[in-house]
Nanobody, 115 residues
Framework: QVQLVESGGGLVQPGGSLRLSCSAS????????MGWGRQAPGKQRELVAT???????YYAASVKGRFTMSRDNAKNTVYLQMNSANPDDTAVYYC?????????WGQGTQVTVSS
């Protein structure tokens, strides 16, 4: 069973920045696809960013130009650098990994953007 652990969430003021991390454990395989989703209260979970071992991230339009995703393939770890945060970014952020066609999700980390 693959386990994913996110860290780095918290309170940030509008315009501020924070960095989320997610590490996968429980597999010796290099995970081809990892990414981030988020879910705001009363909303459906949405894709934030995704990345493969090729290293070229895809971003949702809502975060493009503000967030940057990266990964360490050897560690099966991904990061999400959040810049120019706004209140609409408030959500629980979830890390995911795809292994042999199965999606695995972390428990999430709360990000609150508020003054």
């Amino acid at each position: 069973q693959v386990q994913l652990v996110e860290s780095g969430g918290g309170l940030v003021q509008p315009g501020g920045s924070l960095r989320l991390s997610c590490s996968a454990s429980g597999t010796s395989e290099m995970i081809y696809t990892m990414g981030w989703g988020r879910q705001a209260p009363g909303k459906q979970r949405e894709l934030v960013a995704t990345i493969t071992t090729a290293g070229s991230p895809y971003y949702a339009a809502s975060v493009k130009g503000r967030f940057t995703m990266s990964r360490d393939n050897a560690k099966n770890t991904v990061y999400l650098q959040m810049n120019s945060a706004n209140p609409d970014d408030t959500a629980v952020y979830y890390c995911y990994a795809v292994l042999f066609g199965t999606y695995y999700w972390g428990q999430g980390t709360q990000v609150t953007v508020s003054s």
